[in-house]
C-alpha cells in the first residue's frame, strides 16, 4: 500500500497538490472552510473534518496555508498527533524567518521539516511541471523527496531549513524588479520609434538581457574579474543617456532612476576603471562579504 500523506489547506493550489499526490499516495486533506473540503469529496482524496484527522498516521504533511500565522497555528496544533519519522513540508510561501520558526516549534518531537517553495503556479503543479527550491536537514528532505518528484520535474536543494524560501524570494524579487526595468525600457522604444518586437529581438540575444547574469555575475563577480571590459564610468554614462532619453519624452523611470545611482557612487569610489560587474565590490564592502565565497559575511 502507499504511504499516507496529510494536506492541510484546500484552496486553488493545496487541492492541485492533494489531486496530484493522490496519484501515488493515500491523501487524506483539511482546510478549515467546509466548501472547501465539499469541493473534493468524493475524489481521489479523502477529505476529513478535522485537522487532527490529517496529521494521523500520516509520512508526510503538506501545508499549503495563506500566512505564517496559519503555518504557525496548524504546527502547533498538529505536532502531538504526528508519528514518529514524519516530516511536515511547508509549501506555502513565507519567509526564512518564519520556517526558523516553525523549525524551533518542531524542536522536542521526533518529526522533521522541510521548506519546499514553489516555482510555478497551479497550472505547473496540476501538470507536475513545477520546480521547488527545498530546504532543510538532509534526511527530512530525503524522506519527502519521492512525493516532491510526484509533483514536480525539478526538486533543487537550497541548503539548510529556510534556504528555499530564501531562494524563492530572491527569484522573485529579481522577476519583479526586472519587470519593471522591462516595462521602463519598453516605453522608451515606443517613444523612440523602436517596435517592441526590434527590442524583444534585442533583448534576447546573448549580448541582452541574460548577458549580466551569465557572464558579469557568473564569470566576473564569482571570480572577482574586473579589469577591462565595459568600465563603470561608461557603464554611467550609458545610464545617463538613457535618463536624458526618458526626460525629453517624458517617461516616467523607477527601477532605471534607481540603478543609476548605483553606478554614480560606483564611479565616486574609485571604480570608474573596471568593469561595470565591479558595482558588487560597493555590496562587499557594506555587509563585510565576499561573493567569490558564498555564505561567508560578517554580519
Given at each position: 500500500?502507499?504511504?499516507?500523506?496529510?494536506?492541510?489547506?484546500l484552496g486553488n493550489m493545496g487541492a492541485v497538490i492533494a489531486t496530484r499526490l493522490a496519484t501515488a499516495y493515500q491523501v487524506v486533506g483539511y482546510d478549515i472552510r467546509a466548501e472547501r473540503r465539499e469541493r473534493l469529496a468524493g475524489g481521489p482524496v479523502r477529505v476529513v473534518a478535522r485537522l487532527e484527522e490529517a496529521a494521523e498516521d500520516a509520512e508526510l504533511l503538506f501545508l499549503s496555508l495563506p500566512d505564517p500565522a496559519a503555518s504557525a497555528a496548524?504546527?502547533?496544533?498538529?505536532?502531538?498527533?504526528?508519528?514518529?519519522?514524519?516530516?511536515?513540508?511547508?509549501?506555502?510561501?513565507?519567509?526564512?524567518?518564519?520556517?526558523?520558526?516553525?523549525?524551533?516549534?518542531?524542536?522536542?518531537?521526533?518529526?522533521?521539516?522541510?521548506?519546499?517553495?514553489?516555482?510555478?503556479?497551479?497550472?505547473?503543479?496540476?501538470?507536475?511541471?513545477?520546480?521547488?527550491?527545498?530546504?532543510?536537514?538532509?534526511?527530512?528532505?530525503?524522506?519527502?523527496?519521492?512525493?516532491?518528484?510526484?509533483?514536480?520535474?525539478?526538486?533543487?536543494?537550497?541548503?539548510?531549513?529556510?534556504?528555499?524560501?530564501?531562494?524563492?524570494?530572491?527569484?522573485?524579487?529579481?522577476?519583479?524588479?526586472?519587470?519593471?526595468?522591462?516595462?521602463?525600457?519598453?516605453?522608451?522604444?515606443?517613444?523612440?520609434?523602436?517596435?517592441?518586437?526590434?527590442?524583444?529581438?534585442?533583448?534576447?540575444?546573448?549580448?541582452?538581457?541574460?548577458?549580466?547574469?551569465?557572464?558579469?555575475?557568473?564569470?566576473?563577480?564569482?571570480?572577482?574579474?574586473?579589469?577591462?571590459?565595459?568600465?563603470?564610468?561608461?557603464?554611467?554614462?550609458?545610464?545617463?543617456?538613457?535618463?536624458?532619453?526618458?526626460?525629453?519624452?517624458?517617461?516616467?523611470?523607477?527601477?532605471?532612476?534607481?540603478?543609476?545611482?548605483?553606478?554614480?557612487?560606483?564611479?565616486?569610489?574609485?571604480?570608474?576603471?573596471?568593469?561595470?560587474?565591479?558595482?558588487?565590490?560597493?555590496?562587499?564592502?557594506?555587509?563585510?562579504?565576499?561573493?567569490?565565497?558564498?555564505?561567508?559575511?560578517?554580519?
Amino acid at each position: 500500500m502507499p504511504g499516507r500523506v496529510g494536506v492541510v489547506g484546500l484552496g486553488n493550489m493545496g487541492a492541485v497538490i492533494a489531486t496530484r499526490l493522490a496519484t501515488a499516495y493515500q491523501v487524506v486533506g483539511y482546510d478549515i472552510r467546509a466548501e472547501r473540503r465539499e469541493r473534493l469529496a468524493g475524489g481521489p482524496v479523502r477529505v476529513v473534518a478535522r485537522l487532527e484527522e490529517a496529521a494521523e498516521d500520516a509520512e508526510l504533511l503538506f501545508l499549503s496555508l495563506p500566512d505564517p500565522a496559519a503555518s504557525a497555528a496548524v504546527v502547533a496544533e498538529v505536532l502531538p498527533a504526528l508519528p514518529a519519522g514524519s516530516v511536515i513540508v511547508e509549501t506555502s510561501t513565507v519567509t526564512p524567518e518564519d520556517m526558523r520558526r516553525l523549525w524551533a516549534t518542531t524542536q522536542g518531537y521526533p518529526v522533521g521539516l522541510v521548506d519546499a517553495a514553489i516555482l510555478g503556479g497551479v497550472a505547473n503543479v496540476a501538470d507536475g511541471r513545477t520546480t521547488f527550491l527545498v530546504g532543510g536537514e538532509p534526511e527530512a528532505v530525503e524522506r519527502a523527496r519521492p512525493a516532491l518528484d510526484v509533483l514536480a520535474d525539478a526538486v533543487l536543494v537550497q541548503g539548510p531549513i529556510g534556504s528555499g524560501m530564501a531562494a524563492k524570494v530572491i527569484v522573485n524579487a529579481v522577476a519583479h524588479a526586472v519587470m519593471v526595468v522591462l516595462v521602463e525600457a519598453a516605453a522608451m522604444a515606443v517613444a523612440t520609434n523602436v517596435s517592441l518586437d526590434a527590442l524583444y529581438d534585442l533583448l534576447s540575444r546573448p549580448t541582452g538581457l541574460m548577458r549580466p547574469l551569465t557572464y558579469r555575475l557568473q564569470e566576473l563577480v564569482r571570480r572577482r574579474r574586473y579589469e577591462g571590459g565595459m568600465s563603470t564610468q561608461n557603464a554611467r554614462k550609458d545610464s545617463l543617456l538613457a535618463l536624458e532619453t526618458a526626460a525629453r519624452h517624458g517617461i516616467p523611470l523607477f527601477a532605471v532612476q534607481a540603478a543609476h545611482s548605483v553606478y554614480e557612487i560606483a564611479v565616486r569610489q574609485g571604480l570608474g576603471d573596471l568593469d561595470y560587474a565591479a558595482i558588487a565590490t560597493l555590496w562587499e564592502r557594506w555587509l563585510g562579504c565576499d561573493f567569490s565565497q558564498p555564505g561567508t559575511s560578517e554580519g
